[in-house]
């Protein structure tokens, strides 16, 4: 338990700070009906925001009063946002509003703002993601009334910028409870046409439940998930809608959409011509270089007289030739050289050079080298090779070494 004794501005103080800080407390909508409602020569306004149970004192200053579009009076429902203090000074909670809006429109503007706000958090309005018109369309796609007022004049701007563009309407409700769902199918079912490549959704001027249609999720999403840039141009100047913050490009009017949709068909035909005339300056440009550099060439010594420029390299030639052969034939002499040495080598150590010198080499008949007369039988034949020709001969007698020394 904390013993410490407070003041009443202490304690009022803490108060405050904890209503200041509270997570709904701090902001949060209040629906009430406004009763003691005093307008003070400050410019506040001074009332309170009561129900069937319960009344809250409450104050709008100046700053903000200024912004209202209606003047509050006693028994007006309405809706109050705000966040709730305490007064320090008599130490009474009190509700701080920063804005008003009469109940009925209150709701709409509130759901409208929600919408706007998940919206935004999902990325429909960025404008990273938008994507860029065609600087010459193949074919427009509108989505609006087939009798209304907006349908004609795009159609008759794009005739006047571009005669001959094809503009394809798919009619759609514009307003009442099954709007919402033309439009939505307009969107999706031109995205699925390969004569278009880009889409307006357009609709005249009304009131502000009129445009309640472009106001709608299910509108944005289609216009979000078109495959084709989009532009919207509903109502008036002065009227904005979520399908203009999640389209492509926002006309004023639909006269403006159809001058974004499509360029101006003459001036096209200009540009051309700039581009075609300024790429025959250009090729010109290229071939005048190239003949002068041709002419020069013509000119020069090496093509009136090209063998005398083919004889400096003739000479270069030759002497290459020269030196190459010179470097074949050392190569060759070495390898020679190398080939009979090693020939001399071998044949030193041939069995066939031993032959030569009156030796002979005898196999048995297994064609075994004989070493050892213990190896040999009377009556054997042996086969004897000689440095010329083989002798077939039979053992009639052997003798060992020292016989041989002896005799």
């Known amino acids: 338990m904390n013993k410490k004794i407070y003041s009443v501005s202490e304690m009022s103080k803490i108060v405050q700070?904890?209503?200041?800080?509270?997570?709904?407390?701090?902001?949060?909508?209040?629906?009430?009906?406004?009763?003691?409602?005093?307008?003070?020569?400050?410019g506040h306004l001074y009332f309170s925001l009561k129900d069937q149970n319960s009344n809250v004192r409450a104050v709008m200053f100046k700053s903000r009063a200024l912004k209202l579009n209606f003047k509050p009076k006693d028994g007006l429902d309405c809706l109050v946002r705000g966040y709730v203090s305490v007064y320090a000074k008599e130490t009474s909670l009190q509700l701080y509003v920063e804005e008003i809006l009469p109940s009925g429109i209150g709701l709409q503007s509130i759901a409208l703002a929600e919408l706007k706000e998940r919206l935004q958090k999902k990325g429909y309005f960025a404008n990273e993601r938008k994507k860029d018109l065609p600087l010459l369309p193949i074919g427009i796609g509108v989505v609006s009334s087939p009798v209304g007022a907006a349908i004609r004049d795009i159609s008759r701007v794009v005739r006047r910028r571009y005669p001959g563009m094809p503009v394809i309407l798919y009619p759609t409700l514009v307003q009442g409870e099954k709007a919402v769902d033309t439009v939505v199918e307009g969107i999706r079912e031109l995205n699925k046409r390969k004569d278009i490549d880009v889409i307006v959704v357009t609709r005249g001027g009304g009131s502000s439940e009129d445009l309640n249609v472009f106001n709608s999720e299910k509108v944005a999403d289609a216009i979000f998930d078109s495959n084709y840039p989009v532009i919207s141009a509903i109502g008036h100047e002065i009227d904005f809608t979520v399908a203009d913050m999640v389209a492509d490009i926002r006309a004023a009017t639909p006269s403006m959409a159809g001058e974004l949709a499509v360029p101006v068909k003459d001036d096209i035909k200009m540009i051309l011509n700039k581009q075609r005339n300024r790429l025959f300056q250009l090729i010109n440009n290229y071939i005048d270089k190239e003949r002068m550099r041709i002419k020069y060439l013509s000119e020069s010594g090496f093509l009136k007289r090209p063998d005398r420029w083919l004889d400096r390299y003739r000479d270069d030639l030759g002497k290459k030739e020269e030196k190459l052969y010179q470097v074949i034939n050392t190569t060759l002499d070495n390898y020679r050289y190398s080939i009979s040495l090693n020939a001399s080598k071998l044949h030193s150590l041939s069995p066939l050079a031993t032959l030569a010198r009156g030796y002979s080499i005898c196999k048995n008949e297994k064609e075994e080298i004989l070493k050892d007369l213990q190896?040999?039988?009377?009556?054997?034949?042996?086969?004897?090779?000689?440095?010329?020709?083989?002798?077939?001969?039979?053992v009639l007698e052997k003798g060992d070494k020292s016989n041989e020394s002896r005799g």
Request: net charge negative; hydrophobic share 35%; charged share 25%.
């Open 17 to 42: 700070e904890t209503m200041d800080d509270h997570p709904i407390l701090s902001s949060l909508w209040v629906r009430g009906e406004i009763a003691n409602f005093k307008c003070h020569s400050s």
């Open 375 to 394: 190896k040999i039988s009377i009556g054997e034949k042996i086969d004897i090779q000689l440095y010329s020709g083989n002798l077939r001969c039979e």
